[in-house]
Every structure is written in structure tokens, then in C-alpha cells.
């Protein structure tokens, strides 16, 4: 069923709403109402958050040539969007988690865009990859704003949202955000699953942006072929002045180009080509983690589960002034642990205070309307280095409305922190995901920290943050262990306590890519090295 003109311009005033930040309570449950009952909502919606993130530029100069054969192209209406979700239509959770999704991201690309560079995607694979300036091997981090120059080869790239790019030479590849990248001329193949909704590929004559499915991207000089492998895609042709965008299906092909848009020569055969499976060399990372799925049904011994064959040394302590049978709850699998304030747990995890990357992955569901005071701490560490001043770093739920929204995820070190756009005081599961990494000690290299929200990048930005008297000295006592419930100082635990539930506490010794951390928000393990799970 499509909107009406009258309900049209109300999803505007909404989608409006939630990229000024300005969504109040009663806008947003309407919102959720019309997302949860409306295909045709979801689509409009989408498309007006989709577009509204975009903020790239386009000063390449466009090459004129011959006219190209015209074809048929189909304009898609403001609140047309492909069905992508129809299964996804029951889920009122869901609704709101796109909220938070697509405002993520108009908070991570436009009001901190003047913020420095940092690390948004990685090349994860290559086969007798040959680059014109450097070398870029698997495992090499990506800048924003950082152009490739792929001289033969294949490279695959995943971007810190979930998307994943294969990049065959001679190409030339420009990287935008975690969001998106711009093909000034090559052969690109991207796969985008649903959790990296929105990402976009630009070229000096279309924008393509992806809806979870698969497509290529040819370009050369004078324009760029798009070709859909699955799924649906919208393609804007540029300059965008007087011209529709294009809804392209499974199957369907289009060359754009300054002169117009016609079809793509050799199409079929380009189709078999581009759907031939690549092989291609991995890094393959040792992995450690830890596990703790909270089932005990009573007690103060918390089991743990590791690819260390010694998990007792991993082993948990439930500590509380109140019976302790009284935090053993139902959780989001099994049982969970709930902090009443009185609450707190800590473990020892040997390496957790070192200058290496870690990913600390979990479940919390925060009262709704909670406390400020509450905010501290679901989960805090001590840190060992010059850099961080040996200060904790802990992940919590953000209490300074100057700073960021009200109960969105927010990570503390020493000196920074960054903040997402999900409110997670709403009485319901959430699935958290911070990729940590201190860097080394010398100044130059940067504090990285990646949160995901329900499998969706929330934010990937570290923000400047007062750093508050001098560097703490080395507390032996707080090293290498976690505390979850209670927050830390330097010179130990303070009063402060979180107020909530947490369940299925995983910490990993390396930063996990996107689809790791999905896999553990679906299945409670990773896809490489599972762990004992319910």
C-alpha cells in the first residue's frame, strides 16, 4: 500500500526529526508504530536517512562522448524502497534499531567530520595483489580519506560497518567513511550485508547505494557500468540536477555516463564472470578469549569458558552485600546476573592491561528511564601504559547530555571517548560490542575504538576528553582483571555502581571484524573457534 500526500510529509517531518536530533518521545513511538505496520514507511524512511547521511562531494570533471543507446529507466518515488524487509516487518525492536542505525551514522559523518582521520575498514584478503606506492597486506588498517591505487591483483576490504569490497587492478579507490568509498576507475565487487544498510560506492557519474545485497562497479573515463548480483540497489546519476534515481534489480545492469544512461554491453557474460567465487590468501590470527554465560543458578563461583585449557584461572567472583541467589536471573540465553547496586563481579584476564587490541562483547538490558547516577560501570579495566596514564577504561551508558545522547553506549579512557546514538534505557536486550585498541605508547598512535549496537557500527570516532590530575602510578592489584558492576579510579574501586543486567560476557585478545561480532550476537560463538554455548 502506498502513503498518502498527507502521510508523506509526515514521515518527512519525522525523518527530519531524527537527523536534527530533535525526536521527541511521542514522535518516536509513532515513528516505531508506522515502521513495525508500513512496507511503505520502512522504504520512505530508508531513503530519506540514506540520503540524508550522504555527504560527499563530487569536482571530478565528467567526460562527454558519443550519446549511448537511451533506455527505459524506472523513477523510483520518495517512499519507494525494494522489500528487503518484509521479514523483518514484525519486529518493533528492529524499527527502532534502524533509528539508531541511520541516526549513527548522520552523527558519525556529519557532525564530526571535521574530527581526524581515523581507521574505518581493512584489507582482509588479496591474491598476487601489486600496489603502486607501498605494499597493503591483509591485516593493514585504512584511513578515512586514504586513496588505493591497485596496480594488478585482487584486495578485498572490509569496511568497520559490516561491507565488504573486492578490488580487482588497475584500480583506483578512495576510502570515504566506514560507510562508503569512491571507484575513480577499476573493478569493484560488494557485498553488503544487512547490518551495513546504506553503504554507498560513488563514481564521478552515479552513486550506488546498497541495501544489503551484492553488485559491481566498472569504471573508466567516460563513466561507470553497475551491474546487480542480488538484491536491489538504488543508482543516482550525477550531476543529480533533473535526473531520477534508478531502482536496479537482481539481474539488471545500466552504464552511466555524462551523456546519459544506456544498457551494458556483454552484460551475460559479465554477470557469469563477476559470480565465480575468488580465492584468496587470509590472515589467520591466533585467537584467545573468555567466556562467561552467567548460568549458574545460585552461588558466587561464576564458571568460565576459554581457549586457554587452564579456564579456571579465568573463573569469576559475584560480590554483594545482599543473597547472592537474588542476582541470578533469567537472561537473554540461559540465566544472567543482575546488579542491584550492591552488585559487582571481577575476574582476573591475564594480558587484559597490555597495548594490545581486545573486544569486549556482551548483553545488557538497562532499566528504562534509569538513573543518571546508574551509568556506572557495566564493564571496566585497568590500562598499562604511558599513554593512557595507567587510568581504566571502562564501557558504559552515557550520563552528560552535552557530550551525547542520554543513555547511548559510551566508552572512557584515559583522555577520550566515544559515544554512539542508541539509547539503551529502554527495558530491553541489547547486544555490545567495543573493539579497543590503546595503540602503542608513543603519542602518534591513536586510541581506536569501534562499538557495534545489535551487530550495527554505532560509532568508530574518538573524541578529546579531559584527562583529570596527573598519571596514576601502577596499581599491581587492579591489573589484568575485570570488573563488571562498579566503577574504577586509579587508586581502586569507588562507590559508583550500574543498575542493570548483563549476560554472555565474551573478551577477545584481538579487534574482531563485523561479521565475528554478528556471529556472536547470533550465535553466541565465533565462526572460527566456538566456544561451549547453550
Request: charged content about 25%; some cysteine; proline content about 5%.
Amino acid at each position: 500500500m502506498n502513503l498518502s500526500d498527507r502521510e508523506i510529509l509526515e514521515l518527512n517531518e519525522l525523518c527530519g526529526a531524527v537527523v536534527d536530533g530533535t525526536l521527541t518521545d511521542a514522535q518516536r513511538e509513532r515513528l516505531a508504530r508506522w515502521l513495525r505496520e508500513s512496507d511503505a514507511a520502512r522504504r520512505g524512511y530508508v531513503r530519506a536517512l540514506g540520503q540524508s547521511a550522504s555527504l560527499h562531494t563530487y569536482a571530478a570533471e565528467l567526460h562527454a562522448g558519443a550519446p549511448d543507446a537511451p533506455v527505459a529507466i524506472e523513477p523510483v518515488p520518495f517512499w519507494r524502497r525494494p522489500a528487503w524487509f518484509g521479514g523483518l516487518a514484525a519486529a518493533a525492536a528492529l524499527a527502532l534499531g534502524f533509528i539508531a542505525w541511520s541516526a549513527g551514522r548522520s552523527g558519525d559523518e556529519t557532525s564530526r567530520a571535521g574530527l581526524p582521520n581515523g581507521v574505518v575498514a581493512r584489507v582482509t584478503g588479496a591474491r598476487n595483489s601489486q600496489w603502486i606506492s607501498g605494499t597493503l597486506v591483509p591485516g593493514a588498517t585504512l584511513k578515512k580519506g586514504q586513496a588505493l591505487e591497485l596496480a594488478s591483483g585482487i584486495a578485498e576490504i572490509t569496511f568497520d560497518s559490516g561491507a565488504r569490497v573486492v578490488l580487482e587492478g588497475a584500480s583506483s579507490l578512495e576510502i570515504n567513511s566506514a560507510w562508503g568509498a569512491t571507484l575513480r576507475r577499476g573493478l569493484l565487487k560488494a557485498s553488503v550485508p544487512p547490518e551495513a544498510l546504506g553503504f554507498r560506492v560513488s563514481n564521478p557519474a552515479v552513486e550506488v547505494v546498497d541495501l544489503g545485497t551484492e553488485f559491481t562497479m566498472i569504471a573508466d573515463a567516460q563513466g561507470a557500468e553497475v551491474l546487480v548480483l542480488k538484491g536491489e540497489v538504488e543508482a543516482a546519476p550525477l550531476p543529480a540536477a533533473g535526473q531520477e534515481t534508478i531502482l536496479l534489480r537482481e539481474r539488471e545492469a545500466r552504464r552511466f555516463a555524462a551523456n546519459g544512461v544506456s544498457v551494458v554491453s556483454d552484460r551475460e557474460r559479465k554477470f557469469a564472470l563477476f559470480a565465480e567465487p575468488l580465492a584468496l590468501d587470509r590472515l589467520v590470527q591466533p585467537t584467545r578469549m573468555v567466556h562467561w554465560s552467567f548460568d549458574e543458578a545460585a552461588g558466587r563461583r561464576l564458571r568460565a569458558d576459554s581457549t586457554d585449557p587452564r579456564s579456571e584461572i579465568f573463573e569469576a567472583e559475584l560480590r554483594s552485600t545482599t543473597d547472592a541467589e537474588q542476582a541470578h536471573v533469567g537472561g537473554r540465553r540461559g540465566r544472567a546476573l543482575r546488579y542491584d547496586g550492591q552488585t559487582y563481579v571481577w575476574a582476573s584476564v591475564p594480558g587484559l592491561s597490555a597495548s594490545t587490541p581486545h573486544t569486549i562483547a556482551f548483553w545488557v538490558r538497562v532499566p528504562e528511564e534509569a538513573p543518571l547516577s546508574d551509568a556506572y560501570s557495566m564493564v571496566t579495566w585497568t590500562t598499562r601504559s604511558r599513554k593512557l596514564g595507567n587510568r581504566h577504561a571502562g564501557i558504559n551508558w552515557n550520563r552528560d547530555r552535552t557530550e551525547g545522547p542520554l543513555g547511548a553506549l559510551r566508552t572512557d579512557f584515559g583522555g577520550g571517548h566515544a559515544i554512539g546514538t542508541t539509547s539503551l534505557r529502554d527495558g530491553r536486550w541489547h547486544h555490545i560490542a567495543v573493539c579497543f585498541a590503546p595503540g602503542a605508547d608513543d603519542t602518534d598512535t591513536p586510541v581506536q575504538v569501534r562499538q557495534y549496537v545489535d551487530g550495527r557500527l554505532e560509532s568508530s570516532t574518538v573524541m578529546p576528553g579531559r584527562t583529570r590530575g596527573p598519571a596514576a602510578p601502577e596499581n599491581a592489584a587492579l591489573a589484568d582483571k575485570v570488573w563488571l558492576g562498579r566503577r574504577l579510579s586509579p587508586s581502586g574501586l569507588r562507590r559508583e555502581h550500574f543498575r542493570g543486567e548483563l549476560d554472555e560476557l565474551f573478551i577477545v585478545d584481538r579487534g574482531l571484524e563485523p561479521h565475528e561480532i554478528v556471529s556472536l550476537m547470533n550465535d553466541n560463538r565465533l565462526p572460527s573457534a566456538a566456544l561451549a554455548t547453550k
